[in-house]
């Protein structure tokens, strides 16, 4: 009985084997029949992963988003807003300011902060803190011309409905590519601070430069900030506390 068992698991494995093996070949045949590496490349770069996006609003976006909602307006306050790198950030305390709220949510791009702007414009804000992008770049894999679009629409925004508001547009940060290889490409990161520095002279308002606080000596999110190459660890939110406190 039990060689009976064995032949039959061996015999599993090696159709197992067989197939694999097989749809390597066809993968192989399929990529020099169509020209190489680069018929890969189109058949990815023709996924609309925005419109994925658009229809996939993950359950702790929706729920962040009916919390702002229903919570109740307070006048004159400070707002960190942005997507997982502001909302991991314990502000209040970090700032030892007891008006500050954090408005920051994980997976947020440019795109789905404009759609919920009510809930932060309702406030009439004191100060708003931004920082946004790397999302756009890496989880959606817009240009940078793109997501300074996205950026100009939220700014229009507050240019209109805010008019009295200090609006800080923090730089995008750099990210670690050594401990993650599919982070987003930090030229790009680089790129778009340059056109958020220009939008902050366009519209008036202040640039704070973070990024270049937290790199190491190869250009990259250094490692003592990190687990992930991308998230901060308290060390990076300190220096990121002291580069806001030392540009106010």
């Known amino acids: 009985m039990a060689e009976s068992t064995k032949i039959l698991m061996n015999i599993i494995t090696l ?15 399929l990529t020099i029949k169509n020209g190489g590496i680069d018929y890969w490349r189109q058949k990815l770069s023709n996924i609309n992963i925005s419109n994925i996006s658009d229809v996939h609003n993950p359950p702790y976006y929706i729920h962040k988003t009916s919390q702002f909602e229903i919570l109740p307006i307070k006048l004159n306050t400070i707002i960190f807003l942005g997507d997982s790198i502001t909302d991991e ?9 007891p ?5 920051g ?21 004191k100060q708003i803190f931004l920082m946004v992008g790397i999302n756009d770049l890496h989880m959606l894999k817009k240009t940078v011309e793109a997501t300074v679009e996205g950026y100009k629409k939220i700014l229009n925004q507050f240019r209109e409905k805010l008019p009295n508001t200090q ?9 670690n590519n050594n401990i993650y290889l599919y982070w987003a490409d930090n030229q790009k990161v680089i790129d778009l601070n340059k056109e958020l520095q220009n939008l902050a002279l366009q519209y008036n308002y202040k640039y704070i430069d973070i990024h270049s606080h937290l790199l190491d000596t190869q250009q990259q999110l250094g490692a003592e900030f990190t687990s992930d190459g991308l998230h901060l660890n308290g060390k990076g939110y300190l220096i990121w506390k002291k580069v806001i406190k030392d540009s106010l």
Do not use: H, M
Request: hydrophobic share 45%.
């Open 105 to 125: 949510i994980s997976g947020d791009t440019t795109e789905r902060i404009l759609r919920r702007l009510d809930t932060i414009i309702k406030n009439y804000p």
């Open 99 to 103: 008006n500050i709220q954090n408005r």
């Open 167 to 175: 609006v800080y547009i923090q730089s995008v940060l750099p990210v």
């Open 15 to 29: 159709i197992s084997i067989s197939l694999n093996l097989l749809a390597f070949i066809l993968a192989c045949f």
């Open 89 to 97: 950030g314990e502000w209040t305390e970090l700032l030892e300011k």
